[in-house]
């Protein structure tokens, strides 16, 4: 049993700088994932915080926009509405 416990350790000193070497590795590569992830994470928010602004200045300019049209077709029918009564009156 001593034999394969001195095998053991033997061949883990042997291989110790590869393990040291790939647990390096594997914990870079953790890292630059976490980066790539909070990256991606802050690039979403922007575009999520510029698509809900231009959608709320969208909505504002369309409001205003139906605003003044329908203020130009009050205007147009009150219009109308005098001319006919003119008409009217002159007709007398």
Do not use: C, P
Request: proline share 0%; hydrophobic share 35%; glycine share 2%.
């Amino acid at each position: 049993m001593k034999e394969i416990t001195d095998t053991f350790f033997s061949k883990l000193k042997e291989q110790s700088f590869t393990i040291v070497l790939m647990i390096g590795v594997i914990w870079y590569q953790g890292r630059m994932m976490e980066e790539r992830v909070a990256y991606w994470q802050k690039l979403y928010e922007q575009q999520k915080a510029y698509i809900e602004q231009t959608t709320k200045e969208d909505k504002t300019i369309m409001l205003d926009r139906i605003e003044y049209l329908q203020e130009q077709r009050d205007k147009y029918v009150e219009d109308l509405i005098i001319q006919k009564t003119n008409k009217n009156n002159d007709n007398i």
